[in-house]
T-cell receptor, first 111, second 116 residues
Framework: DAKTTQPTSMDCAEGRAANLPCNHS???????VYWYRQIHSQGPQYIIH???NNETNEMASLIITEDRKSSTLILPHATLRDTAVYYC????????????FGQGTRLTINP | GAVVSQHPSWVICKSGTSVKIECRSL??????MFWYRQFPKQSLMLMAT?????????EQGVEKDKFLINHASLTLSTLTVTSAHPEDSSFYIC????????????FGPGTRLTVT
């Protein structure tokens, strides 16, 4: 799987939008961008995934640049419960492709 | 949503003993399951991939004779840590790929293993 680069940590005020960037400059044409998050001492939780179009669900929005070399996960109204480590991963959609986790971004939501 | 459970959620054992951790997909069939290990303040590290009815594929550096994986059914995979040592103390997490929908991968809540 292609590697991703994320900032080590970020802070955001409660109620504001949290924008988490991810670089994946070596992404292949058939690789999707996935976002997971891990709250302390729990298993990772799926957030969203996309190929090239922007995606939105009840948790977040995913903005992928036109060249697909980077993306941004947006939590529109961050709450204290969104404090977690956020992982950006690229992988092929089909088949039993393993998810390889990088170091992620530790997001802290401040009151 | 799809649920993956792990049992036990935490376990303390003595050096030299073996510990079995179960991973179950509760409401879907999983042809493929993954096992991860996570040390404090570190990311998840993939240990092995298990497919139902076949031998697991281990990542480089993971001892297959120490970490025994069995995926006997479409809803159950087990990880046995044999002859545990204190350095095996870690957070073990499993995940399951939903059969026929490989873009859906769900994680269990993890098992905290402490070896004394």
């Amino acid at each position: 799987d292609a590697k991703t680069t994320q900032p080590t940590s970020m802070d955001c005020a409660e109620g504001r939008a949290a924008n988490l960037p991810c670089n994946h400059s070596t992404i292949s044409g058939n690789e999707y961008v996935y976002w997971y998050r891990q709250i302390h001492s729990q298993g990772p939780q799926y957030i969203i995934h996309g190929l090239k179009n922007n995606e939105t669900n009840e948790m977040a929005s995913l903005i992928i640049t036109e060249d697909r070399k980077s993306s941004t996960l947006i939590l529109p109204h961050a709450t204290l419960r969104d404090t977690a480590v956020y992982y950006c991963i690229v992988r092929v959609l089909q088949g039993a492709q393993k998810l390889v986790f990088g170091q992620g971004t530790r997001l802290t939501i401040n009151p | 949503g799809a649920v993956v459970s792990q049992h036990p959620s935490w376990v303390i054992c003595k050096s030299g003993t073996s510990v079995k951790i179960e991973c179950r997909s509760l409401d879907f069939q999983a042809t493929t399951m993954f096992w991860y290990r996570q040390f404090p303040k570190q990311s998840l590290m993939l240990m092995a991939t298990s497919n139902e009815g076949s031998k697991a594929t281990y990542e480089q550096g993971v001892e297959k004779d120490k970490f025994l994986i069995n995926h006997a059914s479409l809803t159950l995979s087990t990880l046995t840590v044999t002859s545990a040592h204190p350095e095996d103390s870690s957070f073990y997490i499993c995940s399951s790929l939903r059969a026929g929908r490989s873009y859906e991968q769900y994680f269990g809540p993890g098992t905290r293993l402490t070896v004394t």
